[in-house]
């Protein structure tokens, strides 16, 4: 059996969130620690062992909260492209964990990207269009998310 065909374990204790193939299991805790800067916070992943990564499901959902509200506050088409399969996926484990997204007062961190242009991103969207976005993306993730 190749490597591959293999498969890890996302969980919350003995709660499995998620069980994708290695490959797909390793870019996503790399993505995670990638964008954990964007946040300055924790991811919330543990380390991958014995094909097991367990979740400090607040710290995750924190660092998810984190990153919709940095993903927000830009209208940067590519940095939205590069965040957003990551945020859908991950919004995938927060609810399957049974977890709610903090959310803060504070929307203002020193991040702002504004990308202006003829080809520049969809305009801002008001919070409810942007949690019924939210929802239909994480939903599509999970229908593709074996557990």
């Not at 969130?17 to 919330?44: D, Q």
């Not at 964990?97 to 504070?106: C, K, Y």
Request: a negative charge; glycine letters at 8%; one cysteine or more.
């Amino acid at each position: 059996m190749s490597k591959e065909n293999m498969s890890q374990f996302f969980q919350v204790g003995d709660q499995v969130l998620w069980n994708p193939s290695n490959g797909v299991a390793g870019l996503f805790i790399r993505s995670a620690e990638a964008l954990a800067p964007e946040t300055g916070l924790p991811t919330g992943l543990g380390p991958m062992e014995n094909d097991e990564c367990d979740v400090d499901l607040a710290t995750f959902a924190a660092f998810v909260s984190a990153l919709i509200r940095r993903y927000e506050r830009s209208n940067h088409l590519i940095l939205h492209s590069l965040m957003e399969g990551f945020i859908a996926t991950a919004l995938v484990l927060v609810e399957r964990g049974g977890a709610e997204l903090p959310v803060s007062d504070a929307n203002n961190d020193g991040w702002k990207d504004v990308q202006v242009s003829e080809h520049s991103a969809r305009p801002p969207v008001g919070r409810a269009g942007d949690i019924a976005r939210w929802a239909a993306l994480s939903a599509q993730h999970g229908r593709a998310m074996p557990w």
